[in-house]
């Protein structure tokens, strides 16, 4: 939010799907360079809330600000109105998102689905957009595929393509909505790695995940969410080995 260190900031924000109430009063700054862990239970509201950032969803109540611009609303002199399309596609382009189901674009390589971004949306020239993909695919590490179609990798590949593709539209924000959910077990280490690393080069990093060993690890805090609410927030020593809460003791 302006003024502040804060990439995201929520307050008492709310998102209504109809009737039922998806998220409710979620107030929470999220600080430049913080990587910030969320886990709860199937339904507790964590993808709405990363699509609500990732401006997926519309919020309902309360106000959300990325990167110190207020979501959806632009402000003159004392006026807010709404962004238009064309001034959203451009917001949106602060987040990254990776989801459980990698979704690359299946008649594209694997250097293809990561230009397709810089080229096509960012306007960049392609033999610029091929060098730096071939660097982002080196750092997950898969230079050696970058002519594999997704159907010829495995799903931990498919998954470190797709973290290579979101990096390459150059965000100052990456979203994680349970990248490892989807996959075989023994490829869940090769893509909590790529994370890692991230991390380590200080990325902004909001993470769904249920792999709390790389919580405990890498997040500089945690949220837990019950029923659309932030249920305790902190540290990971704490959150995730002495909770206050009971819901979140029964939870880990
Ligand atoms: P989580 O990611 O924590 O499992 P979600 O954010 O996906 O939870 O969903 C929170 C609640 O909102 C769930 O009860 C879900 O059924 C509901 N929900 C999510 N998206 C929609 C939608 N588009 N329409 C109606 N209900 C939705
Ligand atoms: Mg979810």
Same mark, same amino acid.
């Given at each position: ?47 709405? $809330? ?26 003159v ?13 451009? @917001?949106?382009?602060?987040?990254g998102?990776?989801?459980q189901?990698f ?45 594999? $179609?997704p ?7 498919? @998954? ?50 249920h792999?709390?060993g ?16 932030i ?14 809460? @009971? ?6």
């Amino acid at each position: 939010a302006p003024g502040t260190n804060a990439i995201v900031r929520a307050v008492g924000l709310g998102k209504r799907f109809g009737q039922f109430q998806a998220l409710t009063d979620v107030t929470l700054d999220v600080a430049r360079g913080e990587v910030l862990c969320i886990i709860g239970p199937s339904g507790s509201g964590k993808s709405t $809330f990363l699509r609500c950032i990732n401006q997926l969803e519309t919020v309902t109540d309360g106000a959300l600000w990325v990167d110190d611009e207020l979501v959806g609303y632009r402000r003159v002199g004392n006026k807010l109105y709404e962004l238009t399309d064309a001034e959203i596609a451009r @917001q949106r382009l602060v987040t990254g998102m990776v989801f459980q189901r990698f979704n690359l674009f299946p008649h594209l390589t694997a250097l293809e689905n990561v230009i397709e971004g810089p080229v096509q949306v960012l306007k960049r020239p392609k033999a610029e957009a091929v060098e730096e993909a071939r660097g982002l695919l080196t750092r997950v590490g898969l230079a050696h595929k970058a002519d594999a $179609f997704p159907v010829e990798l495995s799903g931990g590949q498919q @998954q470190r393509v797709a973290i290579a593709r979101a990096l390459a539209m150059k965000p100052k924000l990456m979203l994680f909505d349970e990248p490892t959910s989807a996959l075989d077990p023994e490829l869940v280490g090769e893509v909590l790695a790529v994370m890692r690393d991230l991390a380590k080069t200080g990325m902004t990093m909001i993470v769904v995940t249920h792999e709390l060993g790389f919580a405990r690890e890498v997040a500089s805090r945690v949220v837990f969410m019950d029923a659309g609410r932030i249920v305790e927030s902190g540290p990971p020593s704490e959150i995730l080995s002495r909770p206050t809460n @009971q819901r979140t003791a029964d939870f880990i």
